[in-house]
């Protein structure tokens, strides 16, 4: 790193907190804090919904498979991704932008309360609320691995310093600063991923047909689809996964389905962010691809994509590609942060203190922004022990991949009346059953990834759906009334049902 590369990053650092402040301003309830207001436009929001949804833990966790095992982790995260996020664009993202207009919700878990009834809501929010302080905290750890392969900074401090930025945004322009920030981060990572991309390939000597002849330079099984443990049985298990994650599941993704003006507008957000998450990652994973003819035998895989920047890169691009990087996982964390906030303002702590249905506009934001600073820094204290879970890798794939189906089959089958029979019995049996089983796995039994991260969630699924068929009653007006409410888009708003108290 050189004094222009610090320049560059520390004035990107000052424009995000600026546009924090702008944001500030055009903040004037829970609502626009939450869900922007529900005028969150349809590219924005899919550009937010693909930023948001992967972190720097890609150019390290990530970076480290591209090093070891070449060209699966396009075909399994990417294209997984891919699919994953079309199904969603067809079948789910509308009803979440319908269920805010028709409902006025502003959490992703709001409405569990009336589907189900309030104690598989607080099951599913606690749950929640748990396992994504672990996530948040893999990928500060992700960026702390980053600066100090830049910079020989600690990793206490790498961590400390970018949390402390999205902290300070996220938590004084909610949802409107994390979108324009989004955008703004994508922009930057177009002008550094291409640059990579371009000079990877004239370092190779091949012109644009290196991008087939690199294969020739490396192992064989690096060209594989599937390469051991990534197998087709993984591909599937994490196809199943990102399906609900992406739709929803995965609940600041939700938010970005939430905050737009229509099921029509969040069903374009959703094919923009397919689109991008098909094209996108082969810029970005190229020069982790090409990693092994440069860098013979590193010990640390996961440090790949930040060899060959600092290699490659002059001074002032370095800075650009770090500060992407940054704003990559400060995306996801901050997004993370607000969807928290939601979750703990709207669904949890109104549970605990029912003073807090009755407070007003200002008392409201004000709890929302403390709920937002509170759950940033627990997530910076796990990150600083991220060890503990097993590193980067560990607290991502084994740890959150596997716990966040559980929790998304309940709130993602819950829009559709296929399974309206499906209640509050059945979402909370399957959600537990599919936790017992991961920790069943985990201290008791050596698998394979793939079985370890899917079956939790094909328990849950199997346990959901089987109990709404067979033991399913009657279903409550209510219910019926609400999924059916989904189905279209409404213009009159006496079609409406009434707003989730």
Do not use: C
Not at 453 to 468: C, D, E, M
């Amino acid at each position: 790193m050189h004094f222009i590369d610090w320049l560059i990053l520390a004035v990107y650092f000052i424009l995000l907190i600026g546009v924090g402040l702008w944001a500030y301003t055009r903040v004037n309830s829970s609502s626009d804090f939450f869900t922007a207001g529900g005028t969150l436009p349809w590219w924005l929001s899919g550009v937010s919904h693909h930023v948001s949804g992967y972190s720097g833990a890609v150019f390290v966790a990530y970076a480290g498979i591209a090093y070891t095992h070449g060209l699966t982790i396009y075909v399994w995260w990417a294209g997984g991704t891919f699919i994953s996020t079309l199904l969603a664009a067809f079948f789910i993202a509308p009803r979440w932008s319908r269920l805010r207009v028709n409902t006025g919700i502003q959490s992703p878990l709001e409405y569990l309360s009336v589907r189900y009834n309030l104690p598989a809501q607080q099951l599913m929010a606690w749950s929640g609320v748990i396992i994504k302080v672990f996530d948040v905290g893999a990928k500060w750890a992700a960026t702390a691995v980053l600066l100090h392969v830049f910079a020989g900074t600690s990793y206490t401090t790498g961590i400390l310093l970018a949390g402390s930025v999205s902290l300070i945004y996220s938590t004084i322009g909610g949802l409107w600063a994390d979108v324009i920030n989004d955008f703004a981060q994508f922009m930057v990572q177009l002008v550094a991923g291409f640059t990579m991309l371009f000079i990877v390939l004239s370092r190779l000597g091949d012109g644009m047909s290196g991008v087939i002849t690199l294969w020739d330079r490396l192992p064989a099984e690096h060209s594989h689809i599937f390469n051991s443990p990534y197998t087709l049985g993984f591909l599937l298990a994490i196809f199943l996964i990102d399906f609900f994650s992406y739709s929803g599941g995965t609940w600041h993704l939700a938010t970005r389905f939430i905050s737009t003006s229509s099921g029509s507008q969040a069903r374009k957000a959703a094919f923009l962010s397919s689109a991008l998450y098909l094209l996108w990652p082969l810029v970005l994973f190229f020069p982790m691809f090409a990693a092994p003819v440069f860098l013979k035998n590193l010990q640390d895989p996961t440090q790949a994509y930040a060899l060959m920047a600092t290699r490659f890169l002059p001074a002032g691009l370095i800075g650009l590609v770090l500060a992407s990087l940054f704003t990559n996982t400060m995306s996801m964390t901050s997004s993370d942060s607000n969807t928290i906030s939601a979750v703990l303002t709207r669904d949890i702590l109104p549970a605990i203190f029912p003073k807090m249905k009755s407070y007003g506009k200002e008392k409201t934001l004000m709890v929302a922004r403390i709920a937002t600073f509170s759950f940033a820094s627990l997530t910076i204290i796990i990150a600083l022990n991220a060890e503990s879970f097993g590193g980067v890798f560990g607290l991502i794939v084994t740890w959150f991949a596997p716990l966040v189906g559980p929790i998304s089959v309940p709130m993602i089958l819950g829009l559709l009346p296929l399974f309206k029979h499906s209640e509050s019995k059945s979402a909370i049996i399957s959600v537990i059953s599919g936790m017992l089983v991961f920790v069943a796995i985990k201290s008791f039994f050596t698998t394979g990834l793939a079985f370890e991260i899917s079956t939790p969630v094909i328990v849950t699924l199997i346990l959901y759906i089987g109990f709404g068929f067979i033991f399913g009653k009657t279903v409550p007006e209510k219910v019926s009334k609400l999924v059916y409410s989904l189905v279209n888009d409404r213009t009159d708003p006496e079609e409406s049902t009434e707003s989730i108290k």
